[in-house]
């Protein structure tokens, strides 16, 4: 991962999103659900390698070399929504965060 202060911050949330469900619930199983839920969820988004994904899929067995990863698009830009190369991809991780959400706040609401 490039950008070590982008997974600092999504963590931070994290744990001010632990401690207030377990402030609010009251419920050390609820906590531990939403710890394991939201280090989950950062991982799939912010840990793949986006340059080595969004080659080719017929390249996907070899490794990528020094020249793909300078002609990538995110080699000069920030790196931010990395995953967000191609349409299919965020409506794919939209639809299953947004059904991963909804199931979390049903449990943690209850």
Same mark, same amino acid.
């Given at each position: 991962?490039?950008?070590?202060?982008?997974?600092?911050?999504?963590?931070?949330?994290?744990?001010?999103?632990?401690?207030?469900?377990?402030?609010?619930?009251?419920?050390?199983?609820?906590?531990?659900?939403?710890?394991?839920? #939201?280090? @989950?969820?950062? /991982?799939?988004?912010? +840990?793949?390698?986006?340059? =080595?994904?969004?080659?080719?899929?017929?390249?996907?067995?070899?490794?990528?070399?020094?020249?793909?990863?300078?002609?990538?698009?995110?080699?000069?830009?920030? #790196?931010? @929504?990395?995953? /967000?190369?191609?349409? +299919?991809?965020?409506?794919? =991780?939209?639809?299953?965060?947004?059904?991963?959400?909804?199931?979390?706040?049903?449990?943690?609401?209850?």
């Amino acid at each position: 991962m490039s950008n070590d202060a982008v997974l600092r911050t999504s963590l931070l949330w994290l744990a001010a999103l632990i401690l207030a469900v377990s402030v609010f619930t009251h419920s050390f199983k609820k906590m531990m659900v939403t710890y394991v839920f #939201g280090v @989950l969820g950062i /991982a799939a988004l912010l +840990l793949p390698d986006w340059d =080595y994904f969004n080659r080719d899929f017929s390249r996907w067995p070899y490794p990528i070399t020094a020249e793909e990863r300078a002609n990538s698009p995110h080699a000069q830009g920030s #790196g931010f @929504l990395r995953f /967000a190369h191609s349409p +299919l991809r965020v409506i794919v =991780y939209s639809v299953v965060y947004g059904c991963a959400m909804y199931k979390w706040w049903e449990y943690v609401s209850s």
